[in-house]
């Protein structure tokens, strides 16, 4: 390393969603790093203890959780610590501690619709943003873009996958494919845990069988959309607007093992990868660095381990998620909106045990077929969406409603 990157400032963190799995898992990168970072802000919405512990350790200036009784329970667990941290409450919070002066770098990994503002505060307010939040792309992709631009805010993607396809891009990719060269873009999938189970066995699935990845340690929202491969398909989505690309142009390949993260293919026929252990703190190492390298803690590659790499196309039967995702897309703007606001419900409800793993896409399919398409204006009607189709998800999952999904799905 040289003396120039020794001296250089630290780079300014707030941690949106510090207590989840890419949370932690970024503050183990930064642990590694003394005085290359400061972490200036810590959130998380109701672990009190997780996020005290982190507040201990890291002397954030500001801490922020969800609600007014547990702000106030941690601030009263600092200050016996003596720390002088600032503790904040609720969603207004978020966005405060998003768009610091004193903070350059946003780390955007709240789970779901409940990270769009903060996230797109930090775009507008020209940050750095590390965007692990794929909804923020996926329910507001062209706002957010305009608010990247608007800002002069920089972007970086944390999925695995889609970090993977940056790094296969040529340096300085300006966002157009065909002058990069580009054919098309490769998302993998590890077809998560029930991909070679017999689709009548889904009906029993538990939460927490379908949160049990054979290869990835994520969060129970994530590891269910892992299952069904909406995951899949909400990266897709992401990727059109974080790679400018046709829908035409990205194909999801299934790969068992988690090496090979994703590819992109040239139109001279080369093939470019990014491989690894599956450990987040790959792409969070590379984004915290960016543009250079710097030690993540994840154990090297050991190809003789490996031994075999397999790759398959995925089964639209067995995974209508990844099917739905891409109606979506081609339904128009408010479409994914739909999309990622009926599956919220449905693996909220999955996770309460009050609705079978084989019905979840049934109840997406009910609420994309009748909700309304339309153009988005901005912020509000993006929530707005959002909130209708959520209501039009739980009226799909109340008594008669819930008769129907089983009837037109079963």
Known sequence: MSSMRRHAPPRRLAILGATGSVGVSTLDVVARHPGRFEVVALTAHAQVERLLAQCRRFIPRYAVLGEAREARSLEQQLRADGLATRVLAGPEALVQVATLPDVDTVMAAIVGAAGLPATLAAAQAGKRVLLANKEALVMAGQLFREALRSGGAQLLPIDSEHNAVLQSLPAGFDGDLESAGVRRILLTASGGPFLRAPPE?????????????????????????????????????????LFSARPAQIEVVVHPQSVVHSMVEYVDGSVLAQLGNPDMRTPIAHA???????????????????????????????????????????????????????????????????????????????????APVSALHDLAHVLEVDREARALARQCLSGAGAARVRQLHG
Request: aromatic residues 8%; proline residues 6%; glycine residues 6%.
């Open 201 to 241: 066995s889904l009906t029993l699935v538990t939460p927490e069988q379908a949160c049990a990845h054979p290869n990835w340690v994520m969060g129970r929202k994530i590891s269910v959309d892992s299952a069904t491969m909406m995951n899949k398909g909400l990266e897709v989505i992401e990727a059109c607007f």
């Open 288 to 370: 915290l660095g960016f543009p250079e390298r710097i030690e993540s803690g994840v154990r090297p590659l050991n190809f003789f381990e490996i031994g075999t790499l397999n790759f398959e196309a995925p089964d639209l039967a067995r995974f209508p998620c990844l099917r739905l995702a891409y109606a979506a897309l081609a339904a128009g703007e408010s479409g994914a909106v739909t999309l990622n606001a009926a599956n919220e419900v449905a693996v909220d409800r999955f996770l309460r045990r009050e609705l079978t793993f084989d019905l979840i896409p049934s109840v997406i399919e009910e609420v994309l077929s009748r």
